[in-house]
């Protein structure tokens, strides 16, 4: 079992950034156990992926949408992922959704995750 909380949402205008967090709380088996990823869901809009991170942190996987703009991180010891986001734009706002699963393919292929954070909606302005 895996509990996961993100935080660091909020209102940012285009151009600037912000640093999303996702505490992890896992029993059973360690955080490197875990791949980690981001997803995101606008308004009106399905889910989508946006970046994953391996267990040790050694891989990152991006959507096209983000990268170059977005990065991802994780500190095992912190038992946390992060996804710094840089160079904002109106059409990134959404509701930021962390995930864990054990299995890569779940996170970077199928999208299903086995564990999912509450969100934390990130709004940027023109």
């Known amino acids: 079992q895996v509990q996961l909380v993100e935080s660091g949402g909020g209102l940012v205008q285009a151009g600037g950034s912000l640093r999303l967090s996702c505490a992890a709380s896992?029993?059973?088996?360690?955080?490197?156990?875990?791949?980690m990823g981001w997803f995101r869901q606008a308004p009106g809009k399905e889910r989508e992926f946006v970046t994953a991170?391996?267990?040790?942190?050694?891989?990152?996987y991006y959507a096209d949408s983000v990268k170059g703009r977005f990065t991802i991180s994780r500190d095992n010891a912190k038992n946390t992922v992060y996804l710094q986001m840089n160079s904002l734009k109106p059409e990134d706002t959404a509701v930021y959704y962390c995930a864990a699963d054990t299995s890569l393919n779940h996170v970077i292929a199928t999208m299903t995750p086995g564990y999912w954070g509450k969100g934390t909606l990130v709004t940027v302005s023109s």
């Open positions: 991170i391996s267990w040790s942190g050694s891989s990152t």
């Open positions: 896992a029993s059973g088996r360690t955080f490197s156990s875990y791949v």
